[in-house]
């Protein structure tokens, strides 16, 4: 499967964006999907996961409250709704699929397909 993902851009802090993720090939609701992002310097993040079948989602602590996302099995899609965003929000935020386990990891390693990435950018 083929990810890629759109709707990073620059936002002021206390802004939001709406990043998507759009895969290709038609077993998409196969797979767990999931975001993460990485910020220069630093290691890669767990940001949410949306399990392939029995809806599960889960997001990380940093994030709680503030970004929410869906899947679509239709479209293929992934949306992940950043409200406000902050600062440390600042990274390159990448989609991933896996279809290792009953839910989706927290675990980079656990997913085998990665998309290029999308920029985001929160200014002070």
């Known amino acids: 499967v083929q990810l890629v993902e759109s709707g990073g851009g620059l936002v002021q802090a206390g802004g939001s964006l709406r990043l998507s993720c759009t895969a290709s090939?038609?077993?998409?609701?196969?797979?767990?999907v999931a975001w993460f992002r990485q910020a220069p310097g630093k290691e890669r993040e767990f940001v949410a996961s949306f399990s392939r079948s029995n809806g599960i989602t889960i997001y990380a602590d940093s994030i709680k409250g503030r970004f929410t996302g869906s899947r679509d099995n239709i479209k293929n899609t992934v949306t992940l709704q950043m409200n406000s965003l902050k600062p440390e929000d600042t990274a390159v935020y990448y989609c991933?699929?896996?279809?290792?386990?009953?839910?989706?990891?927290?675990?980079?390693?656990?997913?085998?397909?990665w998309g290029q990435g999308t920029q985001v950018t929160v200014s002070s």
């Open positions: 991933a699929a896996g279809a290792t386990g009953s839910v989706g990891s927290r675990y980079g390693s656990e997913y085998a397909f």
């Open positions: 090939g038609r077993t998409f609701s196969s797979y767990h």
